[in-house]
């Protein structure tokens, strides 16, 4: 008798493979290993491009199998994964396996020579190691990456990546020390004072050192036509407006200490946060925070030419610490409050996205782009705008009740159904197959070179590193397509299986509102002078199909439900 099989696995940039090449190896184990049996491979759930530290619910593949064990008719008895490592990450087994028990759907590793047996202490204690590897194995790689970029800083004073500083630009600095990289044609990079931003450094240190304020510098250079750095730089600032300077970019530029000429790391981390501390199970999301100047790793000597001199920056510094240090402040905190319209909701006038702000209980949302940004005239906006929040969601929550009530339901499932990006129309993804191509071309060439007689050894490195390109590459396709269009069949099961969208929304709270709005892409423009509100939708059926309506409302869905 034949056993019907779904194959799951995964792979990230992160594993440093070629995802064709990383399902085919899992594939060929998992095959390998039900194949005596009579198995066969019916179904795949393969993520690319998805951290291993995210738990299956938040993996877009691994989340529709997980959806498909409650399906009567899935069309498939049991699943087998190529490698545990890649597929589960800490106590992720634990959380998971009840799930296929509880659906009587079988899980095959190779490690086990079998199904797993849910009873078997010996199966739960070697799956509990693999999570165990696995989390240890990410932790290594981190641990590794930044003691050689921390390293290279420090001792090499190497320019490490990233957006060049506001008067300096790129420059040739020769080719790579890594043969590898060398060999397919990647040069170092350093930083060379740019003669039009250079002087506007110099300028505004000056200036401030003078006793000018923040504002006032960035009225003044709004006022003499000086572009600011993201009008400057359009291509790495296609997001920002570019209108005038900001206290913000002033002060951006006058912390930053690679201006005296050293190379300077580590002034930010990502910290992994839980999303919810009331739901382990969620996993983290991550968070940039600033670190403190103690942990920032400065180069021993001068790495690129100096705008500004060292002492010049400290002096900035203690008069930068020491403004406003005689006011009262009060200790901040992380708010409580959940802002449901969170970077969704922008300004009319100036189209920059508007801040939460609590008052008196009540949640508003405001635009001070005035008091940030040294018009000069340029743009007529009030000092501020401000819009309730509760009075945005009451005519947004009716509007999804029209959107989703029965006689529109057809309507809105095409237009989900259309809403997909075409893989073949993206730009983003035009470019990254151009680069896909580009490293098959290099890889039929180092072929024939090892072929040829080439060392080994080297053609093995070379080899590594234009895989690890050609993964990201393919990585970043399947991020802007979700991997494929789902069909209008898959998208109408979707909607119907989430169920009364209007009335969940009702009594949802406000986390699982706005992660309900984020699925739907929403969009809103708010018109201070009219009062009026535009909402666009950009529906994604892909995150849409991860939440599901019960009878106490709207949630995520658990792995424990039945």
């Known amino acids: 008798m034949t056993t019907l099989f779904a194959f799951a696995g995964r792979v990230s940039t992160e594993d440093q493979q070629d995802p064709d090449a990383s399902r085919n190896w899992q594939l060929g184990r998992a095959q390998a290993l039900i194949e005596p049996t009579g198995g066969r491979v019916v179904a795949e759930y393969f ?5 291993r530290s995210l738990p299956w619910k938040r993996r877009p593949r691994a989340a529709a199998l997980l959806r498909a064990l409650k399906d009567p008719d899935r069309g498939f008895d ?10 589960f990450y800490g106590n992720q087994y634990s959380l998971t396996q009840p799930v296929f028990a509880h659906y009587g759907v079988g899980l095959w590793v190779p490690e086990v020579g079998g199904p797993i047996d849910p009873t078997s202490e010996a199966h739960d204690m070697i799956m509990s190691v693999f999570g165990g590897m696995s989390k240890g194995e990410r932790s290594r790689i981190k641990v590794r990456v930044r003691a050689a970029m921390a390293a290279q800083a420090r001792i ?8 060049p500083p506001y008067g300096y630009r790129l420059v040739d600095a020769g080719p790579h020390p890594h043969p590898g990289k060398a060999a397919d044609g990647r040069r170092l990079h350093r930083l060379e004072p740019d003669p039009d931003t250079a002087p506007v450094v ?11 304020g923040l504002y006032a510098i960035a009225e003044e250079l709004t006022r003499s036509q000086i572009p600011c750095p993201s009008a400057h730089d ?14 913000g970019a002033v002060r951006a530029i006058l912390t930053n200490p690679r201006y005296t000429g050293h190379q300077v790391w580590n002034r930010q981390r990502k910290d992994e946060v839980l999303i919810d501390v009331e739901d382990v199970a969620l996993g983290h999301e991550t968070r940039m925070r600033w670190n403190n100047p103690d942990d920032w790793v400065w180069s021993t000597g001068l790495a690129h030419e100096p705008i500004i001199d060292i002492e010049t920056f400290r ?16 200790d901040r905190h992380p708010t409580p409050h959940c802002y449901q319209l969170r970077r969704r909701l922008s300004c009319g006038i100036c189209r920059r996205r508007m801040q939460g702000q609590q008052s008196k209980g009540l949640l508003y949302y405001r635009c001070r782009f005035p008091k940030e940004y040294a018009l000069a005239g340029r743009v007529q906006h009030p000092d501020n705008v401000y819009v309730a929040e509760r009075d945005l969601i ?13 006689e529109c339901l057809a309507d809105t499932i095409e237009q989900m159904y259309s809403a997909q990006p075409d893989p073949d129309q993206s730009l983003a993804a035009k470019e990254a197959a151009l680069v896909i191509t580009d490293c098959d071309r290099k890889l039929t060439q180092y072929r024939a070179a090892l072929e040829a007689g080439t060392d080994p050894q080297l053609i093995a490195t070379w080899t590594a590193e234009v895989q690890a390109t050609r993964a990201q590459a393919l990585a970043r396709t399947h991020s802007l397509t979700g991997g494929r269009r789902m069909e209008r069949e898959e998208v109408e099961a979707l909607v119907r299986d989430i169920g009364d969208i209007p009335a969940a929304l009702a009594e949802a709270e406000p986390q699982l509102k706005a992660s309900t709005y984020d699925a739907l892409g929403l969009q809103l423009t708010y018109d201070p002078g009219t009062q009026q509100v535009r909402v666009e939708a ?15 409302g709207l949630e995520p869905p658990s792995p424990f439900g039945h």
């Open 394 to 406: 009451r005519p947004l929550d009716a509007w999804l009740a029209g959107v989703f009530a029965p």
């Open 78 to 87: 049991a699943v087998v994964i190529g490698e545990p490592q890649r597929a």
């Open 47 to 51: 993520d690319v491009g998805e951290s």
């Open 315 to 330: 002096r900035t510094q203690v008069i930068l610490s020491g403004r406003g240090s005689t006011r009262k402040t009060r």
């Open 538 to 552: 950009s529906f994604d059926p892909h995150k849409l199909g991860l939440w599901s309506v019960s009878e106490g």
């Open 156 to 163: 090499e004073g190497r320019f490490l990546g990233g957006r």
């Open 202 to 212: 110099v300028w505004i240190f000056t200036e401030y050192l003078a006793g000018r």
């Open 234 to 247: 359009r291509k790495r600032n296609p997001h920002r407006p570019g209108l005038a300077w900001s206290k």
